[in-house]
């Protein structure tokens, strides 16, 4: 893999996008709404550990506490400044949550040490020897009968997801996702996996991922 191949891309794709992440998704992505059934998915029961996989500007973390406030959750991501918008937003809903800077597929927790494991929006970043990089390690870092839950984009579903497609393939290292490949890789990666749902957005057609270790 090249250093080309294998450079950080920002949440946005450009740092200086990051201060408008939020505004973005909320108003082309259907954002609360996927991310609430992402956490309705995982079933988080009290006293689990709970770890956002590139969580961003923590929404998805914030909003894991606040519908958990018994469990303890922790939010990754590579990018130091969007991190202290999320500590910011964090300590504004008055969330105690854990932010780590680090990479998804070299992992700084130790084995078997998280319940949950859930993602939004991160894999379509990642260069597809890095998507299953990151599988194995959310795999060692996971409980027994842990489980994955991942939202990304999915294989177009209809004509406008199609065309979509073609543009967001020339921004992003979004392959992988568009052909179908991501429940290939769960089970590489020894997850049993399952399709949950699908969300029809501005920017493609999403979908949601349960993945269990066995």
Known sequence: MTQHESKYIPALSWKVLTPFYDIFFRWTMREELFKRRLI???????????????????????????????????GLD??????????????????????DEGMAHQLLYPDTS???????????????????????EIY??????????????????G????????LMRRFERVDDNINGHIPEMFVRAKFSV??????????GTLALLRGRKS
């Open 114 to 136: 998280f319940d949950r494991v859930l993602s939004s929006m991160v894999f379509h970043h990642l260069t597809t020897q890095d998507k299953q990089k990151t599988l194995a």
């Open 40 to 74: 309705e998915q995982a079933q988080i029961r009290p006293g689990q550990r709970v770890l956002d996989l590139g969580c961003g500007t923590g929404t998805l973390t914030v909003m894991v506490k606040q519908a958990h406030p018994n469990s303890e959750v922790i």
């Open 159 to 166: 004509f406008y997801a199609r065309i979509i497609s073609l």
């Open 78 to 99: 590579g990018d130091p400044q969007i991190l202290e918008i999320a500590r910011h937003k964090a300590n504004r809903a008055g969330a105690s949550i854990t932010f």
């Open 140 to 157: 060692r870092v996971l409980k027994a009968d842990g489980e994955l839950h991942l939202v990304d984009f999915g294989v177009p579903d």
């Open 194 to 203: 399952a399709k949950t749902s699908e969300f029809s957005t501005l920017f």
